[in-house]
């Protein structure tokens, strides 16, 4: 049962369809996936064991069927092929209009769907930070990143007033998806509805205009700044917009092109209700005003290298890759990382990872990472042990394979996308997929 109060709302919101919204309030919830370009392309479709259909909301988001289980445990979900997401919640990078080379904060970014998305429509060029200020959630949003293949990216746990204090002026386009009330979590999870109040709303918002006004910092001049919420409320929405554009003069509305949604009162923003095919999202598109002006006020805090190490490092990828990764490679506490190039001085911001964990020192070794491999094309490894569907599930709940392999570090692949990697000694594949993933 929906609280009074809240369906009162919605009629002033909706006005004449609102009828047609509460005969929706008990149907199936809608679900999707987004298609992840750092893996795979549209080809993966047709290999999915199950139905899709395009949503409107993002150029690789798909319906899924709403009773489909066991999703999270296909070999293509663990390889990173897609991500699973609420249909509507993919429009908020949507409005945000990734193009190559973006620098890109998102702010509030754990469990990781739409960091995952933006990842995707970087193509590996770029960079996306990717913030939360929770830290266990942190580390989910890192082992998402690891899942999806993300190499140019930053994982952080910090309060949004001192990141974007510190990296003042530093990104092309920021991302606030904004903790809120979640209206839109009704059909999905029932428990939202009973934490429902009128008063819970008002707090959300005053957090919600607080979380905006740290990321404004961050946005360049001529930068976008994107704020989103899974939730319908007025007050969190237009409401946060609106007052935040009063504190804000240099900031102004981006007129939306509303192909998908519906209207509000505001030009830059949209609503999308399970009227429009989704579970719930609001999205509103601001944009300082200015020149685009790149910053260059930013050092980049380089560790020292360490020869010895780095060779052995370098020695073990020549065995593994055709063409090593380039990139800058930095070694921090015995582990080996790729860092995207031309980073800020990121010290005090939480950073618990700067692009891809290649590997770690044990003793005199250099053992390769599981974040490594995902983030490697097949075309790219010199071992590969092609898994079928029997071999995958074996593979992914951590039982050894036999190898047709020669010994040394091999990737295991299923169609096409690799999903992990084992050591291939006498035609056995050791098994290297991470204990906390194994499917059991
Ligand atoms: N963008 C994410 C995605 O697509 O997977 C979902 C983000 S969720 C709607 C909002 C996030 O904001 C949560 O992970 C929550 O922990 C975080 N959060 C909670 N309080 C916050 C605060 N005061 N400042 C910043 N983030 C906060």
Redesign the pocket.
């Known amino acids: 049962m929906l609280p009074k109060e809240f369906l009162e709302e919605m009629k002033d919101i909706l006005k004449e369809d609102y009828d047609l919204y509460a005969r929706s309030t008990d149907d199936e919830p809608f679900r999707g996936i987004s298609v992840n370009r750092l893996k795979t392309d549209e080809k993966i479709i047709g290999a999915l064991p199950f139905e899709v259909k395009k949503t409107p909301f993002y150029k690789d988001g798909y319906y899924i069927p709403c009773d489909e289980k066991g999703i999270g445990n296909t070999p293509f979900h663990s390889g990173g092929a897609f991500y699973v997401?609420e249909p509507s919640?993919m429009s908020?990078v949507t409005l945000l209009d990734v193009c190559q080379n973006d620098k890109i904060l998102?702010?509030?970014?754990?469990?990781?769907?739409?960091?995952?998305?933006i990842a995707s429509c970087l193509n590996n060029t770029g960079l996306i930070w990717s913030?939360?200020?929770?830290r266990n959630?942190a580390q989910i949003?890192l082992s998402?990143f690891e899942r999806m293949g993300i190499s140019k990216g930053i994982v952080s746990s910090c309060?949004?007033e001192v990141l974007c204090s510190k990296l003042e002026g530093y990104f092309d386009k920021v991302?606030?998806?904004?903790?809120?009330s979640?209206e839109g979590m009704f059909r999905k999870n029932p428990e939202a509805v009973l934490e429902w109040s009128r008063e819970h709303t008002v707090s959300c918002a005053e957090?919600q205009l607080?979380?905006l006004r740290?990321a404004a910092k961050a946005v360049k001049s001529g930068g976008i700044l994107v704020y989103?919420?899974?939730t319908f409320s007025y007050c969190e929405n237009e409401g946060v917009i609106k007052k935040f554009l009063e504190e804000n003069p240099d900031f102004e509305q981006c007129e939306i092109d509303g192909h998908f949604g519906r209207k509000t009162e505001l030009p830059c923003a949209v609503r999308i209700t399970p009227i429009e095919g989704g579970e719930g999202h609001f999205a509103a598109k601001l944009r300082r005003k200015g020149e685009n002006v790149t910053d260059s006020c930013f050092q980049t805090a380089k560790d020292k290298k360490q020869d010895t190490l780095l060779k052995t490092a370098l020695k073990e990828l020549e065995n593994i890759f055709y063409e090593v990764p380039k990139g800058e490679y930095n070694i921090i506490n015995d582990k080996l990382y790729i860092m995207p190039e031309n980073l800020p001085d990121m010290r005090g911001l939480g950073v618990i990872r700067a692009g891809i964990f290649v590997g770690e020192f044990k003793k005199n070794r250099f053992e390769p990472s599981h974040a490594l491999f995902m983030s490697a094309k097949p075309e790219n490894i010199r071992r590969i042990l092609k898994a079928d569907d029997d071999k995958a599930k074996k593979f992914l709940s951590g039982m050894e394979l036999d190898s047709g392999c020669q010994n040394g570090y091999t990737a295991v692949v299923y169609g096409n996308i690799i999903i992990g990697f084992g050591k291939t000694a006498d035609s056995r594949l050791k098994n290297k997929y991470p204990k906390g993933l194994r499917i059991k």
Do not use: F, H, M
């Open positions: 997401q919640a908020a998102d702010l509030c970014a754990a469990p990781g769907g739409k960091s995952a998305q913030n939360e200020v929770v959630r949003l998402n309060y949004p991302l606030v998806d904004a903790p809120c979640g957090r607080s979380i740290s989103s919420t899974c």
